[in-house]
Protein backbone atom coordinates (compact mmCIF):
# COMPACT_ATOMS: atom_id res chain seq x y z
CA UNK A 1 0.00 0.00 0.00
CA UNK A 2 1.66 3.60 -0.96
CA UNK A 3 1.44 6.00 1.33
CA UNK A 4 0.86 9.20 -0.47
CA UNK A 5 2.86 11.83 1.13
CA UNK A 6 1.90 15.47 1.43
CA UNK A 7 3.64 18.08 -1.18
CA UNK A 8 6.37 19.38 0.34
CA UNK A 9 5.54 22.96 1.15
CA UNK A 10 7.47 25.94 -0.89
CA UNK A 11 10.32 27.20 0.73
CA UNK A 12 10.27 31.15 1.13
CA UNK A 13 12.13 33.60 -0.96
CA UNK A 14 14.25 35.21 1.05
CA UNK A 15 13.48 38.54 1.42
CA UNK A 16 16.40 41.04 0.29
CA UNK A 17 17.57 43.93 2.94
CA UNK A 18 15.96 46.76 2.67
CA UNK A 19 18.20 49.27 0.03
CA UNK A 20 19.71 51.73 2.09
CA UNK A 21 20.13 54.82 0.24
CA UNK A 22 22.87 56.94 1.00
CA UNK A 23 22.50 59.43 -2.08
CA UNK A 24 19.84 62.18 -1.41
CA UNK A 25 16.92 62.44 -4.01
CA UNK A 26 17.32 65.76 -5.72
CA UNK A 27 14.12 65.74 -7.35
CA UNK A 28 12.51 68.19 -5.66
CA UNK A 29 15.51 70.38 -5.91
CA UNK A 30 14.89 69.64 -9.34
CA UNK A 31 11.59 71.47 -9.72
CA UNK A 32 12.54 74.42 -7.30
CA UNK A 33 15.62 74.80 -9.18
CA UNK A 34 14.67 76.84 -11.25
CA UNK A 35 12.73 79.80 -8.79
CA UNK A 36 15.85 79.38 -6.80
CA UNK A 37 18.28 80.62 -9.82
CA UNK A 38 16.07 83.46 -10.92
CA UNK A 39 15.29 84.42 -7.06
CA UNK A 40 18.81 84.57 -6.75
CA UNK A 41 19.68 86.26 -9.55
CA UNK A 42 17.02 89.15 -8.96
CA UNK A 43 17.14 89.46 -5.42
CA UNK A 44 20.04 88.23 -3.98
CA UNK A 45 22.10 89.11 -6.06
CA UNK A 46 21.44 93.14 -6.25
CA UNK A 47 20.94 93.00 -1.96
CA UNK A 48 24.49 91.68 -2.12
CA UNK A 49 25.91 93.69 -4.68
CA UNK A 50 24.33 97.09 -3.05
CA UNK A 51 26.05 95.86 0.95
CA UNK A 52 29.54 95.56 -1.14
CA UNK A 53 28.80 99.05 -2.96
CA UNK A 54 28.21 100.62 0.37
CA UNK A 55 31.54 99.20 1.84
CA UNK A 56 33.95 101.41 -0.30
CA UNK A 57 34.13 105.10 -1.32
CA UNK A 58 35.43 107.10 -4.48
CA UNK A 59 38.25 109.18 -3.59
CA UNK A 60 39.98 111.82 -5.46
CA UNK A 61 43.45 110.27 -4.49
CA UNK A 62 43.48 106.66 -4.10
CA UNK A 63 40.36 105.93 -5.95
CA UNK A 64 37.70 103.05 -4.51
CA UNK A 65 38.58 102.57 -1.24
CA UNK A 66 36.96 100.66 1.40
CA UNK A 67 36.04 102.48 4.08
CA UNK A 68 33.99 99.52 6.10
CA UNK A 69 31.15 101.25 7.82
CA UNK A 70 31.75 104.98 7.52
CA UNK A 71 29.12 105.49 4.46
CA UNK A 72 26.43 103.72 6.98
CA UNK A 73 27.36 106.39 9.73
CA UNK A 74 27.10 109.43 7.08
CA UNK A 75 23.65 108.14 5.98
CA UNK A 76 23.04 108.13 9.86
CA UNK A 77 23.95 111.68 10.21
CA UNK A 78 22.69 113.09 6.75
CA UNK A 79 20.13 115.79 7.63
CA UNK A 80 18.63 115.54 3.54
CA UNK A 81 18.10 111.75 4.49
CA UNK A 82 15.97 112.36 7.24
CA UNK A 83 14.15 115.22 5.53
CA UNK A 84 12.99 112.77 3.26
CA UNK A 85 12.27 110.06 5.55
CA UNK A 86 10.13 112.51 7.72
CA UNK A 87 7.64 113.72 4.47
CA UNK A 88 7.22 110.32 3.54
CA UNK A 89 6.23 109.09 7.08
CA UNK A 90 4.03 112.22 7.16
CA UNK A 91 2.51 111.13 3.75
CA UNK A 92 2.07 107.17 5.32
CA UNK A 93 0.29 108.62 8.63
CA UNK A 94 -1.93 110.61 6.54
CA UNK A 95 -2.58 109.32 2.97
CA UNK A 96 -2.61 105.44 4.01
CA UNK A 97 -5.53 105.70 6.88
CA UNK A 98 -7.63 107.68 4.35
CA UNK A 99 -6.94 105.49 1.31
CA UNK A 100 -7.44 102.00 3.07
CA UNK A 101 -10.56 104.14 4.85
CA UNK A 102 -12.33 104.46 1.52
CA UNK A 103 -11.39 101.63 -0.16
CA UNK A 104 -12.62 99.69 3.01
CA UNK A 105 -15.96 101.88 2.74
CA UNK A 106 -16.77 100.82 -1.06
CA UNK A 107 -15.97 96.73 -0.31
CA UNK A 108 -18.41 97.23 2.40
CA UNK A 109 -21.17 99.19 0.53
CA UNK A 110 -20.22 96.37 -2.51
CA UNK A 111 -20.52 93.12 -0.51
CA UNK A 112 -23.73 94.63 1.09
CA UNK A 113 -25.36 93.89 -1.91
CA UNK A 114 -27.95 97.05 -2.09
CA UNK A 115 -25.71 98.92 -4.18
CA UNK A 116 -27.65 99.18 -7.74
CA UNK A 117 -25.30 98.52 -10.15
CA UNK A 118 -22.48 96.75 -8.05
CA UNK A 119 -20.25 95.36 -11.29
CA UNK A 120 -20.37 98.81 -12.87
CA UNK A 121 -19.08 100.18 -9.60
CA UNK A 122 -16.46 97.76 -8.72
CA UNK A 123 -14.72 97.99 -12.42
CA UNK A 124 -15.59 101.54 -12.42
CA UNK A 125 -13.28 102.24 -8.89
CA UNK A 126 -10.72 99.82 -9.42
CA UNK A 127 -10.13 100.59 -13.16
CA UNK A 128 -7.57 104.01 -12.02
CA UNK A 129 -4.98 101.36 -11.34
CA UNK A 130 -4.94 99.26 -14.00
CA UNK A 131 -3.41 103.09 -15.69
CA UNK A 132 0.39 103.25 -15.44
CA UNK A 133 1.06 105.37 -12.85
CA UNK A 134 3.96 107.55 -15.41
CA UNK A 135 0.23 108.35 -17.10
CA UNK A 136 -1.78 108.89 -13.93
CA UNK A 137 0.56 111.34 -12.46
CA UNK A 138 1.29 113.57 -16.24
CA UNK A 139 -2.89 113.34 -16.05
CA UNK A 140 -2.74 114.82 -12.88
CA UNK A 141 -0.28 117.40 -13.22
CA UNK A 142 -1.99 118.76 -16.02
CA UNK A 143 -5.07 119.02 -14.20
CA UNK A 144 -2.95 120.82 -11.39
CA UNK A 145 -1.27 123.60 -13.75
CA UNK A 146 -2.48 127.06 -12.88
CA UNK A 147 -1.31 128.17 -16.67
CA UNK A 148 -2.61 125.30 -18.81
CA UNK A 149 -4.33 122.78 -17.08
CA UNK A 150 -7.60 122.61 -15.33
CA UNK A 151 -6.74 124.61 -12.31
CA UNK A 152 -5.70 127.40 -14.66
CA UNK A 153 -8.96 126.88 -16.75
CA UNK A 154 -11.17 127.41 -13.66
CA UNK A 155 -9.45 130.53 -12.50
CA UNK A 156 -10.21 131.80 -15.69
CA UNK A 157 -13.49 131.45 -16.29
CA UNK A 158 -14.98 131.83 -12.84
CA UNK A 159 -12.53 134.95 -11.86
CA UNK A 160 -10.91 132.91 -9.02
CA UNK A 161 -7.91 132.01 -7.75
CA UNK A 162 -7.60 128.73 -6.62
CA UNK A 163 -4.65 127.25 -4.36
CA UNK A 164 -1.55 126.32 -6.37
CA UNK A 165 -2.31 122.29 -5.85
CA UNK A 166 2.01 122.21 -6.42
CA UNK A 167 2.97 124.77 -4.54
CA UNK A 168 5.63 123.95 -1.84
CA UNK A 169 3.07 123.59 1.18
CA UNK A 170 0.33 121.38 -1.27
CA UNK A 171 2.47 119.57 -3.44
CA UNK A 172 2.44 116.90 -0.63
CA UNK A 173 -1.46 116.30 -0.72
CA UNK A 174 -1.52 116.79 -4.13
CA UNK A 175 0.83 113.56 -4.46
CA UNK A 176 -1.45 111.80 -1.93
CA UNK A 177 -4.45 112.62 -4.03
CA UNK A 178 -2.76 110.91 -7.00
CA UNK A 179 -1.66 107.94 -4.43
CA UNK A 180 -4.97 107.26 -3.35
CA UNK A 181 -7.24 107.65 -6.71
CA UNK A 182 -4.34 104.81 -7.90
CA UNK A 183 -4.80 102.80 -5.19
CA UNK A 184 -8.33 102.40 -4.20
CA UNK A 185 -9.66 100.20 -6.35
CA UNK A 186 -6.68 97.51 -5.86
CA UNK A 187 -6.77 97.64 -2.06
CA UNK A 188 -11.13 97.71 -2.57
CA UNK A 189 -10.57 94.46 -4.64
CA UNK A 190 -8.42 92.65 -1.79
CA UNK A 191 -11.03 93.93 0.75
CA UNK A 192 -13.96 92.60 -1.57
CA UNK A 193 -12.52 89.38 -2.14
CA UNK A 194 -12.21 88.61 1.77
CA UNK A 195 -15.26 89.78 2.45
CA UNK A 196 -16.89 87.05 -0.52
CA UNK A 197 -15.60 84.07 1.62
CA UNK A 198 -17.24 85.06 4.86
CA UNK A 199 -19.89 82.29 5.29
CA UNK A 200 -23.52 83.42 5.03
CA UNK A 201 -24.49 81.60 8.16
CA UNK A 202 -22.45 84.31 10.56
CA UNK A 203 -24.92 86.58 9.00
CA UNK A 204 -27.92 84.45 9.35
CA UNK A 205 -27.18 83.92 12.81
CA UNK A 206 -26.57 87.59 13.51
CA UNK A 207 -30.11 88.39 12.08
CA UNK A 208 -31.38 86.02 14.01
CA UNK A 209 -29.95 87.79 16.82
CA UNK A 210 -31.42 90.84 15.43
CA UNK A 211 -27.87 92.76 14.60
CA UNK A 212 -27.97 95.55 12.88
CA UNK A 213 -25.67 96.15 9.96
CA UNK A 214 -23.08 98.51 11.96
CA UNK A 215 -23.10 95.42 14.70
CA UNK A 216 -22.94 92.72 11.38
CA UNK A 217 -19.86 95.13 10.27
CA UNK A 218 -17.84 95.33 14.08
CA UNK A 219 -18.55 91.76 14.94
CA UNK A 220 -18.32 89.61 11.78
CA UNK A 221 -17.10 91.23 8.72
CA UNK A 222 -14.14 93.34 10.15
CA UNK A 223 -12.92 90.38 11.87
CA UNK A 224 -12.88 87.77 9.41
CA UNK A 225 -10.77 90.40 6.61
CA UNK A 226 -8.77 90.71 9.48
CA UNK A 227 -5.70 89.07 7.31
CA UNK A 228 -6.72 91.24 4.46
CA UNK A 229 -6.25 94.57 6.15
CA UNK A 230 -3.29 93.65 7.64
CA UNK A 231 -1.54 92.74 4.01
CA UNK A 232 -3.11 96.16 2.42
CA UNK A 233 -1.45 98.16 5.52
CA UNK A 234 1.88 96.36 5.19
CA UNK A 235 1.96 96.52 1.50
CA UNK A 236 0.95 100.34 1.20
CA UNK A 237 2.92 101.03 4.12
CA UNK A 238 6.15 99.87 1.33
CA UNK A 239 4.78 102.38 -1.38
CA UNK A 240 4.82 104.90 0.88
CA UNK A 241 8.51 104.68 1.56
CA UNK A 242 9.51 103.38 -2.03
CA UNK A 243 7.28 106.72 -3.12
CA UNK A 244 9.38 108.03 -6.30
CA UNK A 245 7.19 108.14 -9.63
CA UNK A 246 4.99 110.83 -8.51
CA UNK A 247 7.66 113.03 -6.95
CA UNK A 248 9.95 112.91 -9.79
CA UNK A 249 7.48 112.90 -12.74
CA UNK A 250 5.88 116.18 -10.70
CA UNK A 251 9.29 117.85 -10.17
CA UNK A 252 9.45 119.82 -13.82
CA UNK A 253 5.85 121.25 -12.95
CA UNK A 254 6.89 122.00 -8.99
CA UNK A 255 10.57 123.12 -9.27
CA UNK A 256 10.37 124.93 -6.57
CA UNK A 257 8.49 122.64 -4.21
CA UNK A 258 9.85 119.22 -5.22
CA UNK A 259 13.79 118.80 -4.99
CA UNK A 260 16.02 115.59 -5.79
CA UNK A 261 15.80 114.65 -2.04
CA UNK A 262 12.29 114.85 -1.49
CA UNK A 263 11.65 111.58 -0.99
CA UNK A 264 14.30 108.61 0.31
CA UNK A 265 14.31 106.74 -3.07
CA UNK A 266 14.12 109.94 -5.55
CA UNK A 267 17.12 110.88 -3.44
CA UNK A 268 19.11 107.77 -4.01
CA UNK A 269 18.16 108.07 -7.14
CA UNK A 270 19.56 111.53 -7.50
CA UNK A 271 22.96 110.41 -5.57
CA UNK A 272 23.44 107.60 -8.40
CA UNK A 273 22.51 109.34 -11.37
CA UNK A 274 23.07 113.02 -10.87
CA UNK A 275 25.90 113.22 -8.29
CA UNK A 276 27.82 109.91 -9.19
CA UNK A 277 28.16 108.51 -5.83
CA UNK A 278 26.99 105.36 -5.99
CA UNK A 279 28.52 104.20 -3.51
CA UNK A 280 26.82 105.90 -0.84
CA UNK A 281 23.48 105.79 -2.86
CA UNK A 282 23.54 101.69 -2.42
CA UNK A 283 24.08 102.60 1.29
CA UNK A 284 20.70 105.01 1.59
CA UNK A 285 19.26 102.25 -0.15
CA UNK A 286 20.21 99.68 2.08
CA UNK A 287 19.29 102.10 5.02
CA UNK A 288 16.04 102.73 3.57
CA UNK A 289 15.17 99.21 2.93
CA UNK A 290 15.77 98.26 6.61
CA UNK A 291 13.77 101.17 8.28
CA UNK A 292 11.01 99.73 5.76
CA UNK A 293 11.46 95.81 6.78
CA UNK A 294 11.11 96.81 10.71
CA UNK A 295 8.27 98.95 10.43
CA UNK A 296 6.31 96.54 8.32
CA UNK A 297 7.38 93.56 10.09
CA UNK A 298 6.16 95.73 13.67
CA UNK A 299 3.02 96.29 11.96
CA UNK A 300 2.20 92.92 10.96
CA UNK A 301 3.61 91.73 14.53
CA UNK A 302 0.74 94.49 16.04
CA UNK A 303 -2.16 93.65 13.40
CA UNK A 304 -2.21 89.80 13.59
CA UNK A 305 -1.87 89.65 17.14
CA UNK A 306 -4.73 87.83 18.85
CA UNK A 307 -7.00 90.06 20.89
CA UNK A 308 -5.93 93.37 19.57
Not at 67 to 93: C, K, P, Q
Not at 271 to 298: C, R
Given at each position: ?128 YAVPAVVATLMWGFMYGTRFGLVGDIN ?17 ASIGNIVTWEFVGYNMLIFYAALRVVP ?109
Amino acid sequence: MTTLQPPAAAEPRPVPPPVRRDRRSWTGWGFLGPFVAVFALVFLAPIAYSVYLSLFRDQLIGGTTFVGLDNYAEALGDERFWASLGRVSLFLAVQVPIMLGIALLVALALDSGRLYGRDFFRISIFLPYAVPAVVATLMWGFMYGTRFGLVGDINGALGVSLPDPLSPDLVLASIGNIVTWEFVGYNMLIFYAALRVVPHSLYEAAQIDGAGQIRVITAIKLPAIRGALVIATIFSIIGSFQLFNEPSILQPLARNAITTDYTPNYYTYALSFNGQQHNYSATVAIVMGLITMVVAYAVQLRGMRKGV
